[in-house]
């Protein structure tokens, strides 16, 4: 078989072992991006895999320069790179994708176990910033939410500039004026 075939073998049977499952996406039929661990552990990670030409019979090209990787230090980013790699080495020439990700989500203790989570200014706040924080939260008011019925009705009352077309409450206006003339003959008939 060539590269092609085995890649195109691959593939499908990622997809079909990982459909529906959120930790594995498919950028493109040769990259891929898989999560391990859960979203709120601060010790997941995920794993943006490429595949060259050749692959199976040349290594994938691994990377953690995802966005969602920002909090974990160089260090650990690099101990975790190169333990893949040598999980690559002992793969090579089969199909390994599944290998990998499994092998990684049963280590990824000890992957993380010298994690520091890296401090930005986003999630940097000491505990005086956090009670203004708080009370700047709770003062601020609360709009009314509409649900999307609501909305679809209010868009669908108005015209292209978000106005009421004239004419809109007429139906309103004139139930309120026969209910006023019949209440006001009852007290003309009533008085006589």
Not at 63 to 80: M, P, V, W
Request: glycine content about 4%.
């Amino acid at each position: 078989m060539t590269a092609n075939e085995d890649q195109e073998m691959e593939l499908e049977a990622l997809r079909s072992i990982y459909e529906g499952d959120e930790c594995f996406k498919e950028i493109s039929p040769v990259s891929f991006q898989f999560r391990i661990g859960e979203l709120e552990d601060t010790k997941a990670f995920l794993l943006d895999v490429s595949w060259p030409e050749t692959y199976p019979e040349t290594s994938p090209q691994i990377t953690l320069d995802a966005f969602f990787n920002n909090r974990i230090s160089a260090e650990t980013k690099q101990l975790i790179l190169s333990q893949l790699e040598e999980q690559v080495e002992a793969n090579l020439g089969t199909a390994m994708m599944y290998t990998l990700f499994d092998w990684a989500k049963e280590n990824q203790e000890s992957l993380m176990e010298n994690h520091k989570p890296v401090v930005t200014a986003v999630t940097s706040l000491s505990s005086g910033d956090t009670t203004n924080a708080a009370s700047t939260t709770k003062k601020k008011e609360r709009k009314e939410q509409l649900t999307k019925a609501q909305k679809r009705r209010i868009v669908s009352k108005t015209d292209n500039k978000g106005e009421l077309p004239r004419g809109w409450n007429w139906v309103d206006v004139i139930k309120h004026v026969s209910n006023n003339q019949r209440n006001e003959l009852k007290i003309l008939t009533t008085a006589l």
